[in-house]
């Protein structure tokens, strides 16, 4: 759910400022209409999102999206950033975990992707990607793609 989480954070973000109702993003993104409402009120809880009710409500970011990472958003649905069972603060009892030779390697791995998440903020995946192409000129052609 955290990708579809993502694409819903990107449409909002590269509209700033506005409020967008559940059926908009539901066109503009191609998602299930049932998913994007429950994703919707996901992030509303978890503080990224503010719901705005009536006949002009909606959602809107709750933050400037350089202030939120990609690490928040996927926190907010799937729970705690953890590649393996034990790397969560829950973590299951292991049979093994008195002796497991990779829990260290793990929590290594895991540190890294949860960096790796936290450097990445909603404005960065907002911007749109640049294609280039080669015109039969030989020259080359610079486009934006949402």
Known sequence: MADYGVILMVQLA?????????????????????????????????????????????YALS???????VSDIVSALDGPIALTECMTAEGA???????????????????????????VSLAEMARPVFETTTLQSGRVAVAASA
């Open 14 to 58: 590269r509209a700033p400022g506005n409020v967008t109702t559940a059926a908009e993003l539901t066109e503009a993104t191609a998602l299930p209409g049932p998913t994007v409402s429950k994703l919707l009120k996901q992030l509303s809880r978890s503080g990224l999102l503010d719901s705005h009710r009536g006949t002009k409500g909606g």
């Open 63 to 69: 933050l400037p999206a350089g202030q939120i990472s």
């Open 93 to 119: 009892v292991c049979e093994i975990e008195a002796l497991c030779p990779t829990r260290t390697n793990w929590r290594q791995i895991n540190d890294a992707l949860v960096e790796a998440l936290d450097r």
